[in-house]
């Protein structure tokens, strides 16, 4: 009777481990019981090792494994880099509120303490390292930057002139760039950033001129400051925003051309001339 049930008993367990997935271990020399391995879903016991780190150490180094060790990380980028991957990865981070100041192209302190703050709130390691595992879940909470959030201050390079600002004297106005030329004779005087108009209230492309200057023009319809106000179309002029000058490209103009250094605009009021040509273009 002891042998039947025992018999039963040792194909109850090896039935039970075909169904759990389990491989069934007997116990080792010390006496130790049976231990069960689940299988992985790729059929491979054990999960992948990890990747190198970039300072070309293990999967246990400074970037570490995920929660619970499950998934090495590969480090991407960290403190004291510099390009245009760090400032696309800081507007990101500025996407979901964890750098508050705007992207500069260097991982500085500040993006340091980002990171470290996005992963801590998601149970990452916070090393404050742009890893693998972290920056896919960054990508995977915010959208591919445009061109005005990795420069919302200001500071994108200038685009090249369009062929009608090559002669006279040209108030060169990119709106992919967000810049303004001052040329004169295909000769750059000047650049400045400047904003423009939102889609209700855009500002118009083409080729204009200076009709009227206004040192310290108010506007009749918003009733707001327009200091150094060039009119070139309608109510549309080229002058200094002080909104502009502290919420960059957050915010928008009713149609004007708004330059948010002061000093550069008022140079700029002072050379330009009535008659002389704006070109605002793509």
């Known amino acids: 009777m ?30 130790k019981g049976p231990s069960a391995r689940a299988a992985a879903p790729d059929g491979k016991g054990g999960g992948r090792p990890g990747a190198p780190s970039k300072g070309g150490g293990g999967a246990s180094g400074s970037a570490g494994a995920g929660k619970g060790g499950a998934e090495a ?51 990452l390691p916070r090393t404050g390292d742009l890893d693998t595992v972290t920056w896919r879940r960054l990508r995977g909470m915010t959208h591919e930057p445009a061109a005005w959030e990795l420069y919302p201050y200001g500071g994108q390079p200038a685009a090249r002139p369009d062929p009608r600002c090559m002669t006279g004297r040209v ?13 004169i004779d295909g000769r750059t ?66 149609g004007c051309v708004n330059v948010r250094d002061r000093s550069k605009v008022s140079a700029l009021f002072a050379q330009v001339r009535t008659g002389d040509k704006v070109v605002v273009y793509w």
């Open 2 to 31: 002891r042998t039947t049930g025992l018999r039963r008993a040792l194909a109850g367990l090896a039935v039970l481990a075909v169904v759990s997935g389990c491989t069934v271990n007997a116990g080792d020399a010390r006496g």
């Open 171 to 183: 108030l060169c106005v990119s709106k992919t760039s967000r810049t303004l030329r001052w040329m």
């Open 189 to 254: 005087v000047s650049e400045m950033d400047v904003r423009f108009g939102s889609q209700y209230t855009p500002t118009r492309e083409g080729v204009f001129s200076i009709y009227f200057k206004s040192r310290y023009h108010v506007s009749t319809i918003y009733h707001t400051s327009m200091p150094y106000a060039m009119f070139f179309s309608g109510g549309q002029a080229v002058h200094y925003s002080s909104d502009f000058a502290a919420r960059g490209y957050y915010g928008a103009s009713h």
């Open 73 to 123: 990380a590969e480090v991407l980028w960290s403190r004291g880099d510099r390009g245009d991957d760090i400032r696309r990865a800081q507007a990101r981070l500025h996407q979901v509120a964890w750098l508050i100041t705007p992207p500069t192209g260097t991982y500085d302190a500040r993006t340091v303490a980002a990171v470290k703050g996005f992963q801590g709130k998601r149970g």
